[in-house]
Nanobody
Framework: VQLQASGGGLVQAGGSLRLSCVAS????????MGWFRQAPGKEREFVAA????????SAADYVKGRFTVSRVNAQNTVYLHMISLKPEDTAVYYC???????????????????WGQGTLVTVSS
């Protein structure tokens, strides 16, 4: 099983990026998905999550209104659309997959089964 996150990079404050997470070895249609991030010297934190069918989403307060999670199960891919980026959004962003039968999602990292390698987002002021 592999989750390949990509799309990170250096962007100026106010800019936008789209992160992608492509899965291999599993069918994402059976998994709710989450995005987490870890800034230097800080603990990993929840960013956004989406149910396995994409009907329900959640976003942390500090990104709500700026970040949107979406998915295309036919492409085994999940996205994180980020706009109005701030320097405090600088972090390594990870996608994660959680086996799910309820149609819900989770904001708790310990509930996720598989993790990607992370992609670095750097926002300059």
């Amino acid at each position: 099983v592999q989750l390949q996150a990509s799309g990170g990079g250096l962007v100026q404050a106010g800019g936008s990026l789209r992160l992608s997470c492509v899965a291999s070895g599993i069918l994402l249609s059976g998994y709710s998905m989450g995005w987490f991030r870890q800034a230097p010297g800080k603990e990993r934190e929840f960013v956004a999550a989406i149910s396995r069918a994409g009907k329900v989403t959640s976003a942390a307060d500090y990104v709500k209104g700026r970040f949107t999670v979406s998915r295309v199960n036919a492409q085994n891919t999940v996205y994180l659309h980020m706009i109005s980026l701030k320097p405090e959004d600088t972090a390594v962003y990870y996608c994660a997959a959680r086996w799910d039968v309820t149609g819900g999602y989770s904001e708790r990292d310990h509930q996720y089964n598989y993790w990607g390698q992370g992609t670095l987002v750097t926002v300059s002021s």
